[in-house]
């Protein structure tokens, strides 16, 4: 009985091991009660760090197969049958369900990302959110007092499920000028785009042997998504335009999915902008098979170089794709406010999703950001942190360049808010880094967790908005301290004749 661990496939070494370890549970190769090697003894064995193994076993026991005693050992779990003494009541309950496979979650790893970035001391690249700094607040104080002396309880009142119609009335002005033929009417305002993804898959994928088409990497919300409602991610490899439409095609003859999900500019977590034939391609594509594409335009205002691309949505002749957006990422992300178009054939589900789900979104939150709008300023926000960011853009590119190892890969965005980082593949994952890191007082995002899959296991998502360029500049100095210190760990741990199969005692 061996477990081969194979470096030269994306697949986390974490999960081969797990994946090996779970058929021979399943098989029965591995009894029940039958104690695993220590943690520790194993990864010794495998030539891996003993954090492998650790989380392989922490797969294992998130789905039952394993427990672990303390002091004594993780065990096979048993299997009740009609002689156990094990009854129904000792099983779990059948709402708690079972954690996704993925080790870190989209939960776990954003409730990670926020603690993180509220430690004293610690430098934080792991958010998705904007600079705190150039958050317009005295602005949208004077915008809220405003509506308040205007409209007085009518501001605190319901208002109806689509929205508030001056504001929609903006947005679709807004989208006008964007090649974007809407009204208000085609508006519908949501609780941050988040929630305008959640209902446009909620509408679109219900019943059964649901699949989405994703990008692989992917939005971290998105997996979220995914994951409550029992959706089936069929990823897509991207290279350096985008989501690969060679590989679009077969995917969708084979799995005959849904809807299709992208990011087309400034795509989180990779940054990498989609071109104009492209997406030209894409939106042929899909008018040609009857998919509906799902377009989140979140970082689209956020551009540092180079001309604006046309939307999908403005690409679009046949009505298939859903336009989402909002204004977290370029103005405020506490108001939670984003919107949605969709075909005229979808609206009056789509509203009856969003009354099912919040029944509408804050009517003051939206009449603030109207009064805000009707100022003027956004256009000025917009060119102060486009500044600012462009500038900690380089500050982040430069100091990869220097402290970080010379095999590690990166492609330099035009925009938006992430730089995603490929660190060499015979050296530690990024899972390792990241525990190494917060020794160093520096948090990145795994990238292992943007993929449905898991791979990625050696990727970091870096966002580059959120420090002024000096604390940029040291926290990639600590990040390539904490590399450097980890491989040279990793390095003194291997046996220079270890064999690919090693037995488990």
Not at 38 to 49: F, H, P, Q, T
Not at 474 to 481: F, N, V
Request: glycine content about 6%.
């Amino acid at each position: 009985m061996s477990i081969q661990l194979r470096r030269q496939v994306d697949q986390p070494l974490y999960l081969q091991a797990a994946d090996q370890l779970r058929t021979k549970i399943e098989t029965g190769e591995l009894a029940a009660h039958a104690r695993l090697p220590a943690s520790r003894v194993l990864a010794k064995k495998l030539g891996v760090n003993r954090i492998t193994i650790v989380n392989a076993y922490a797969e294992l026991e998130a789905e039952g197969l394993v427990v672990t005693r303390v002091g004594s050992g993780t065990f096979v779990a048993g299997r009740p049958d009609s002689n156990s003494s094990e009854t129904i009541t000792d099983q779990p309950a059948l709402w708690r369900g079972g954690p996704p496979r993925r080790h870190w979650n989209a939960n776990q790893m954003f409730a990670e990302m926020m603690r993180m970035a509220r430690q004293p001391g610690v430098i934080s690249f792991s958010v998705g959110t904007p600079a705190s700094e150039f958050l317009p607040v005295n602005e949208f104080r004077r915008a809220i007092n405003d509506v308040l002396r205007r409209d007085g309880a009518a501001a605190l009142q319901y208002e109806e499920a689509a929205g508030y119609l001056p504001l929609r009335n903006m947005i679709a002005d807004y989208l006008e000028q964007k090649h974007i033929e809407v009204t208000g009417d085609d508006i519908l305002i949501t609780a941050g785009c988040q929630q305008a993804l959640n209902m446009a898959l909620r509408v679109l994928t219900r019943g059964r042997d649901n699949v989405l088409i994703v990008e692989d990497p992917c939005y971290l919300g998105l997996l979220d998504i995914i994951t409550a409602q029992r959706i089936t991610p069929v990823g897509v490899p991207l290279d350096e335009d985008g989501l690969r439409i060679d590989r679009l095609e077969q995917l969708i003859l084979r799995h005959r999915p849904q809807l299709i999900y992208v990011i087309p500019s400034f795509h989180n977590p990779t940054g990498i902008t989609m071109p104009l034939e492209r997406r030209r391609e894409l939106v042929d594509i899909a008018a040609h098979y009857g998919v509906p594409i799902l377009e989140d335009t979140s970082y689209d205002e956020l551009r540092y170089v180079g001309k604006a691309l046309p939307s999908l949505k403005s690409l679009d002749t046949a009505d298939i794709v859903l336009h989402a957006g909002g204004f977290s990422k370029t103005l405020v992300p506490g108001i939670r406010i984003g919107y949605l178009v969709a075909p005229p054939a979808l609206r009056d589900r789509m509203i009856a999703s969003k009354q099912t789900a919040d029944i509408l979104t804050s009517p003051l939150n939206q009449r603030a950001l109207h009064t805000y709008l009707q100022t003027g300023h956004f256009a000025d926000h917009l060119q102060q942190v486009r500044l600012a960011y462009r500038e900690r853009l380089e500050a982040m590119l430069a100091a990869i360049e220097q402290y970080f190892p010379a095999e590690a890969r990166w492609q330099r965005p035009d925009g938006g808010m992430y730089i995603w980082v490929e660190m060499p593949p015979d050296g530690p994952t990024a899972t390792n880094l990241y525990l190494m890191a917060i020794n160093y007082n520096v948090a990145f995002a795994i990238g292992s967790v943007f993929s449905a899959s898991g791979s990625f296991p050696h990727a970091l998502r870096l966002n580059f908005t959120t420090h002024p360029p000096a604390e940029i500049e040291e926290g990639i100095r600590r990040l390539g301290k904490a590399w450097k210190e980890l491989l040279a760990r990793q390095d003194s741990s291997l046996q220079p004749n270890r064999r690919s199969a090693v037995p488990i005692l």
